[in-house]
């Protein structure tokens, strides 16, 4: 079958491209590439072994994005086209409701006019908030305290909607935790814009000695170590949770939501140290203090993805660090280099 993944130029994007592509479907990739680059696309395809059919287009774009569907026979879909840095949702919520709400919307539009009823779904951990016990299962109170994550929360509650409304749609909400890791060759990684919002690609780039020092926010959390905890997943089990989300699709209708982590949380310092041990290099950092709004503690409630899409998680964070700096080393500079 060919898939369509909104998104699909991006960092989880690209791996589960490539993931598909091994599972033997096509991919169609729409990216208005506002975060990503379109050498992405040939590595996809060295990696997948095959064509890769690539429309720069706004997903937001109706007819942009119906044109897409009208040349193409898609069986299924997989949404990651949205805006994701959390700082910048608080800055400009607007930017942020109107992105990656109308994206969900428009593309749920599409979809019905014709007649597609598997929808895959980028959803976060951020949608428990701070959680008040860990692990996190899928009933688990949610709430959010950023923009980013309202709009993760209102997307599954529309695409809950539309599965009320039309019977034969199945939507499968991935819930991430914290994706980290690159592809095992080094061609795919993450290559995120200025200074990194997350903690791997800020070490990798220590690493490579494009920044000086990593920042660690808060070392008196009520944690092993007093850094946060946070449930760290190898991008390539995400994407593959991706495949396992679509073959559920095939035989089951209406909305479900599935945590994809590993249900084991590592520390700030755990993965400074590893990434050190590892890949022996030194990662100079200093504490700083506390980010507002940061849990101490999070990490996820696996066994829902075990029990119903037949998925766990197999990388653990050696794979994790390593492949990090395998493709950082060999990207100095991401898809620049
Ligand atoms: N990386 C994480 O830690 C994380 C965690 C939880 C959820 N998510 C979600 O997963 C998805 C993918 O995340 P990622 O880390 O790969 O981010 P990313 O920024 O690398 O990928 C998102 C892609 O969407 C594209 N895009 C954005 N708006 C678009 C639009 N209107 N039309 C077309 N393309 C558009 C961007 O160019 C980019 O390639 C996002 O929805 C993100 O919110 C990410």
């Not at 910048?88 to 749920?108: F, G």
């Not at 009933?139 to 305290?145: E, I, K, Q, S, V």
């Not at 479900?256 to 590993?262: Q, S």
């Amino acid at each position: 079958m060919n898939v369509l993944l909104t998104g699909g130029a991006g960092y989880i994007g690209s791996h589960t491209a490539v993931e598909i592509m091994r599972a033997g479907h096509g991919v169609v990739i729409a990216d208005d590439l506002s975060n990503a680059s379109e050498k992405v696309i040939e590595r996809i395809e060295k990696l997948g072994g095959k064509k890769v059919y690539f429309y720069k287009i706004d997903v937001c774009d109706k007819a942009a994005l119906d044109g897409v569907f009208a040349l193409h026979d898609i069986s299924a879909v997989v949404h990651f086209a949205g805006k994701k840095a959390v700082g910048e949702s608080v800055a400009q919520p607007l930017m942020y409701y109107r992105n990656n709400l109308d994206a969900t919307i428009t593309l749920l539009e599409v979809m019905q006019k014709h007649s597609v009823n598997r929808l895959i779904f980028s959803s976060s951990a951020t949608v428990y908030g701070i959680p008040k016990t860990v692990p996190v299962d899928e009933n688990a109170p949610r709430g959010c305290n950023n923009p980013y994550g309202w709009t993760k929360y209102m997307s599954e509650q529309i695409m809950r909607d539309a599965c009320e409304a039309n019977k034969d749609l199945a939507v499968v909400l991935l819930r991430y935790f914290n994706p980290i890791g690159a592809h095992e060759s080094g061609v795919i990684g993450e290559d995120p814009e200025g200074i990194p919002n997350n903690l791997m690609p800020f070490i990798a780039q220590v690493a490579v000695g494009r920044r000086e020092m990593l920042g660690v926010f808060g070392d008196d959390y009520p944690t092993h170590d007093g850094t946060g905890v946070r449930d760290y997943i190898h991008v390539v089990d995400l994407a593959q949770g991706h495949v396992a989300a679509l073959d559920y699709t095939e035989n089951n209708s209406g909305a479900l939501a599935v945590n994809l982590g590993t249900g084991r949380g590592y520390s700030v310092l755990d993965i400074v140290k590893t990434f050190e041990r590892v890949n022996g290099i030194e990662i100079p950092y200093r504490i700083m203090p506390r980010r507002a709004g940061d849990a101490a503690v999070i990490y996820a409630d696996s066994s829902l993805a075990k029990t119903l899409l037949n998925w766990e998680a197999k990388r653990d964070l050696e794979d994790m660090c390593r492949d990090t700096w395998n493709w950082q080393k060999n990207n100095p500079n991401g898809y620049r280099s």
